[in-house]
């Protein structure tokens, strides 16, 4: 008998593609759209995000070519718990968050995942470009990089646990993106040409402050820009039109170049310094999750990614009392409260969790 696979759909090619290498592969495969948020939640036009009804609409007729049932559920009040008001009270407290990786933990991989084994499935597919292998001296399911390095999805999974990786497949992770395209083109996909939204979904016109502005019901108050020893040196139009790193728009005219090097949430401050005043050696995290090793308590050598497109950079990482400590070989610019550190030995991700401070 075919083992069953709930594909998690999008409304995309890769997911459609998925769908149909899964159903090639031997498997009872049924699509799943997950119901998010309702637009008017978040100020936008029902045609601008991945979650619109024609996204809906393309995996239904995905699905119907395949000749896959197609099912839709309703994860929006999970989303905006655990998606949308995570990503607000991040930048409230002076954070910059990635709520990607929050979808893919609590409703892709969690969610999804719990519903799988309700509805009596065997698997959940995705179309992420990363592999999934179990490692038989270890005991233990390891989670790589993709084959098309361009498209390595696996820093945004960094989350994913022992169980989830048993019973998780990602079918695009031996393929290049332009593969995927010609594969669902064949084959007559819908979504073959359909192009990816690199926005979030919930604010799609990039506009984070008016998001966050609607979705709180609060209005930011002005504050100062201050120096790094403390002196005034204009006024910020509220923390939540900042992260670090930022030069552009801050409205300061100086002598030299200034950037944001700090957000203080409790004094409604924005810190700006010179570019040399963003760079750190080390960082904490914690919310850590471990994927191949059961603990780091032993210091191991790594290579360390502080953003989805910063370049892994040597380093030494250990954990002590649930607190990831990262010592960088060589400086880093701009390591961003909120962001995920993800942990890399080779192609294979150790682990990783949200960064909290630049210093031990």
Not at 97 to 112: E, G, Q, T
Not at 316 to 336: C, E, H, I, N, S
């Given at each position: 008998?075919?083992?069953?696979?709930?594909?998690?759909m999008?409304?995309?090619?890769?997911?459609?593609?998925?769908?149909?290498?899964?159903?090639?592969?031997?498997?009872?495969?049924?699509?799943?759209?997950?119901?998010?948020?309702?637009?008017?939640?978040?100020?936008?036009?029902?045609?601008?995000?991945?979650?619109?009804?024609?996204?809906?609409?393309?995996?239904?007729?995905?699905?119907?070519?395949?000749?896959?049932?197609?099912?839709?559920f309703?994860?929006?009040?999970?989303?905006?718990?655990?998606?949308?008001?995570?990503?607000?009270?991040?930048?409230?407290?002076?954070?910059?968050?990635?709520?990607?990786?929050d979808?893919?933990r609590?409703?892709k991989?969690?969610?999804?995942?719990?519903?799988?084994?309700?509805?009596?499935?065997?698997?959940?597919?995705?179309?992420?470009?990363?592999?999934?292998?179990?490692?038989?001296?270890?005991?233990?399911?390891?989670?790589?990089?993709?084959?098309?390095?361009?498209?390595?999805?696996?820093?945004?999974?960094?989350?994913?646990t022992?169980?989830?990786?048993?019973?998780?497949?990602?079918?695009?992770?031996?393929?290049?993106?332009?593969?995927?395209?010609?594969?669902?083109?064949?084959?007559?996909?819908?979504?073959?040409?359909?192009?990816?939204?690199?926005?979030?979904?919930?604010?799609?016109?990039?506009?984070?402050?008016?998001?966050?502005?609607?979705?709180?019901?609060?209005?930011?108050?002005?504050?100062?820009?201050?120096?790094?020893?403390?002196?005034?040196?204009?006024t910020?139009?509220?923390?939540?039109?900042?992260?670090?790193?930022?030069?552009?728009?801050?409205?300061?005219?100086?002598?030299?170049?200034?950037?944001?090097?700090?957000?203080?949430?409790?004094?409604?401050?924005?810190?700006?310094?010179?570019?040399?005043?963003?760079?750190?050696?080390?960082?904490?995290?914690?919310?850590?999750?471990?994927?191949?090793?059961?603990?780091?308590?032993?210091?191991?050598?790594v290579?360390?990614?502080?953003?989805?497109?910063?370049?892994?950079?040597?380093?030494?990482?250990?954990?002590?009392?649930?607190?990831?400590?990262?010592?960088?070989?060589?400086?880093?610019?701009?390591?961003?409260?909120?962001?995920?550190?993800?942990?890399?030995?080779?192609?294979?991700?150790?682990?990783?969790?949200?960064?909290?401070?630049?210093?031990?």
């Amino acid at each position: 008998m075919a083992e069953k696979a709930l594909i998690a759909m999008s409304g995309g090619v890769d997911s459609s593609a998925a769908a149909l290498l899964m159903q090639q592969a031997g498997y009872e495969c049924a699509g799943a759209t997950m119901h998010l948020f309702d637009n008017p939640d978040a100020g936008i036009s029902k045609e601008k995000t991945c979650c619109s009804l024609s996204d809906v609409q393309d995996a239904k007729l995905v699905c119907a070519r395949l000749g896959m049932l197609h099912y839709v559920f309703n994860f929006s009040d999970r989303f905006r718990e655990k998606v949308m008001q995570r990503f607000a009270y991040c930048y409230e407290n002076g954070m910059t968050p990635n709520p990607c990786i929050d979808c893919n933990r609590y409703l892709k991989f969690d969610a999804m995942v719990q519903r799988m084994h309700e509805m009596e499935f065997d698997c959940i597919v995705t179309g992420h470009y990363a592999q999934i292998v179990y490692d038989e001296t270890c005991g233990r399911y390891l989670l790589k990089k993709a084959a098309d390095p361009d498209k390595d999805q696996s820093y945004v999974l960094y989350s994913l646990t022992q169980e989830q990786l048993r019973v998780t497949r990602f079918p695009l992770g031996g393929f290049r993106k332009s593969e995927i395209r010609a594969i669902a083109e064949k084959h007559g996909l819908v979504t073959a040409r359909k192009k990816e939204s690199q926005d979030i979904c919930f604010v799609p016109d990039g506009d984070y402050a008016g998001f966050l502005e609607r979705f709180t019901g609060r209005q930011f108050p002005c504050g100062d820009f201050t120096d790094t020893d403390g002196n005034r040196l204009g006024t910020h139009h509220g923390i939540i039109h900042y992260t670090i790193g930022q030069r552009r728009g801050l409205g300061i005219s100086a002598g030299h170049p200034l950037y944001v090097c700090g957000i203080d949430p409790t004094e409604n401050r924005v810190i700006l310094g010179e570019n040399a005043a963003l760079f750190s050696d080390r960082l904490t995290a914690d919310d850590v999750n471990l994927i191949s090793v059961p603990d780091l308590t032993t210091p191991m050598r790594v290579a360390a990614k502080i953003r989805y497109r910063h370049k892994e950079q040597p380093a030494l990482a250990w954990m002590k009392d649930g607190v990831l400590f990262v010592q960088f070989d060589v400086p880093q610019r701009a390591v961003t409260c909120g962001q995920a550190v993800v942990l890399y030995q080779g192609d294979t991700v150790v682990g990783g969790g949200t960064i909290r401070s630049a210093n031990f």
